[in-house]
């Protein structure tokens, strides 16, 4: 394994307990229609899909997606989060399946499912488009990746939050090590989105759309769920 996906998911070890409660409280708010309404707008009206969730994490997308009626299958690097989702899933009754697996390279036979979904993901991968040529090669034709993430590599440190953020309860060494994560990473990552529509492109997509709108629909509270990051969303389709 690479050492920085290895520096990734040691991180996301450390804060997997509290950031899948986070998450369960998300589910349980008003960001739960918020989210849907974003992605169902890409997806054909009242098919039910075959959805790979590509780093869960403690399983959001796969869960509201669950719910939906939508067969969703979750793989993440870090086990730690993938025991926080199968908890998470057999706490709500939800039947999605969790493997651990590089979100690079998916161990799954070619295109197989219908939808492609990530949140927050894209960033952290060190090659990044051998993973866009891989999901491709998971979709069936036609099938649609969904990418929500930000250009975290160069986000501003210095935005307010709320004072019941889950942020602040982030230990100053995990802060710091988050930091770190991002300098490393940096040097091999182009400004985003406009990079990611390339990437895509080269791995064969088509009908690549880029909502740099969706931040304002899905962080206009400050909350405790407050993306203080500008979040875009590309959707592109195999």
């Not at 730690?80 to 651990?100: C, N, Q, S, W, Y």
Request: net charge negative.
């Amino acid at each position: 394994m690479d050492a920085i996906k290895n520096r990734v998911s040691t991180y996301w070890s450390q804060r997997a307990e509290d950031f899948a409660q986070l998450r369960i409280r998300e589910l349980e708010s008003g960001k739960r229609e918020l989210w849907l309404a974003e992605i169902e707008k890409y997806f054909p009206a009242g098919k039910k899909m075959n959805i790979l969730d590509v780093g869960t994490g403690s399983g959001f997308f796969a869960m509201l997606l669950g719910a939906e009626g939508h067969r969703v299958t979750g793989i993440d690097l870090c086990p730690d989060m993938i025991d926080e989702a199968r908890k998470t899933a057999a706490l709500l009754g939800i039947p999605a399946e969790f493997h651990v697996m590089d979100a690079e390279r998916p161990d799954f036979s070619p295109a197989r499912f219908d939808a492609v979904i990530t949140r927050n993901l894209t960033w952290t991968l060190p090659h990044l488009p051998e993973a866009y040529r891989n999901w491709r090669g998971l979709l069936k034709p036609g099938g649609v990746l969904l990418n929500f993430d930000a250009d975290y590599c160069r986000e501003k440190t210095d935005r307010p939050l709320p004072a019941n953020h889950a942020h602040k309860k982030v230990s100053p060494a995990l802060t710091a090590e988050y930091e770190h994560i991002k300098d490393e990473l940096r040097p091999g990552q182009q400004p985003r989105p406009a990079w990611d529509v390339e990437l895509l492109t080269e791995a064969g997509f088509h009908d690549i759309q880029v909502d740099s709108t969706v931040w304002e629909r899905l962080y206009r509270d400050m909350d405790e769920f407050y993306n203080p990051t500008p979040i875009f969303t590309i959707s592109a389709l195999a």
